[in-house]
């Protein structure tokens, strides 16, 4: 299933991002050429703004050498702490789409949103525009079916970019593109292949899988689809989902247990689905029945040992209806799984399947 699915990526990149902040904190900087990275004259610079970018300033430049391209640039120190809080209050906003999400680094982090309905360039448009209004900061995004798009895709058109490849367009795309955009080819790999006279991805598509292991080694074979544009990593959450469950808040209360009990085939038989759907092979520790009551009070119950059937999750509706024996707004059911120090990749890769009812 998953391999016929068109992957929905997302690659948010934070505009100069420690600079930003420093700039927001203190809008009197906004006009100046503006940079981060501590005011030692040996040290080197982290980030800086698109001010001092038009001095010739770029980041992980030494600080004397900005200083002699762009005499009056502020240098700040930097402020670790501000950048965390910031960072994960995007996390923030990113969850409100998904939790298949893997950072890169403060700034920066894929998302995989093929679980949602809406489109993913809107999805990306949505979280620019939340990260500006809520934080005052300014991200640019690429939307395409896989990482390694997604990421050229958010460089593509930065500062405040949104750029989305299409998987139609990805081989009109790939034949221009310069071979320094693939990710993972660094200034070494880049010189061998410009002194072999290939500059684009198109000239290194005329090799075969052989010829590039001949070579790059091991990476040639990488390397033979990720000029075509293919590149299958998943997007790999740095957290491990704890349960699945699917709830349903009614328009009308549910006044008795017969009416509870009407709506659990149609829950569980959803939550069966997106079980199936994870392909986990974790272990299910637990079954529970949430019931939120007309008072607004809620009442979870969760039982080790049992068999994940409809049965079970219709025993615990009746046991938390009987606490209070009020009319139901909203029933949830949901498995949780076993505690679990690793999780490998296969199962993540999995995972973003049923993001929905997370
Ligand atoms: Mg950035």
């Not at 203190?26 to 004259?41: F, K, M, Q, W």
């Not at 367009?169 to 790939?174: K, L, N, Q, T």
């Not at 509870?260 to 299910?284: H, P, V």
């Amino acid at each position: 299933m998953l391999g016929n699915m068109e992957r929905k990526i997302i690659h948010i990149d934070m505009d100069c991002f420690y600079a930003a902040i420093e700039v927001r904190d203190n809008p009197s900087l906004r006009p100046e050429p503006v940079a981060v990275g501590g005011r030692s004259l040996r040290g080197v610079l982290t980030t800086c703004n698109y001010e001092a970018r038009r001095f010739g300033v770029r980041s992980a430049m030494p600080n004397f050498m900005a200083l002699k391209k762009c005499p009056h640039l502020v240098i700040l120190p930097v402020r670790f702490d501000a950048y965390r809080r910031e960072s994960l209050r995007i996390r923030k906003i990113f969850e409100r789409y998904t939790d298949l999400i893997e950072p890169l680094s403060l700034d920066e982090a894929f998302l995989d949103v093929s679980s949602r309905k809406e489109d993913a360039k809107e999805i990306a448009f949505q979280i620019k525009k939340q990260i500006r209004r809520e934080l005052g900061l300014v991200a640019s995004a690429g939307v395409a079916p896989n990482k390694m798009l997604a990421k050229i895709a958010s460089d593509w058109k930065k500062p405040d970019g949104l750029f989305q490849i299409l998987a139609s367009e990805i081989d009109g795309f790939m034949s221009d593109l310069p071979v320094s955009k693939i990710w993972g080819i660094g200034k070494k790999s880049e010189e061998k292949l410009h002194s072999k006279g290939i500059d684009t991805c198109g000239d290194l598509q005329a090799f075969t899988a052989l010829q590039l292991a001949h070579i790059f080694g091991k990476f040639g074979s990488e390397l033979y689809n990720l000029c075509r544009g293919i590149d299958d990593r998943p997007v790999v959450s740095d957290r491990i989902r704890k349960s699945i469950s699917v709830e349903r808040t009614f328009p009308a209360n549910l006044d008795t247990l017969e009416a509870c009990l009407s709506k659990i085939e149609t829950l569980f038989a959803e939550l069966e689905e997106d079980i199936l759907r994870l392909k986990s092979d974790r272990q299910i520790a637990k079954l529970f029945v949430k019931l939120k009551f007309a008072d607004f009070t809620r009442t979870t119950i969760e039982r080790s040992g049992l068999k994940i059937s409809r049965k079970n999750a219709e025993m615990l509706c009746q046991e938390a209806f009987g606490r209070k024996a009020l009319p139901v707004r909203l029933i949830g059911i949901g498995v949780r799984f076993a505690g679990e120090t690793r999780t490998s990749s296969r199962q993540l890769q999995f995972d973003f399947a049923s993001s929905r009812s997370g």
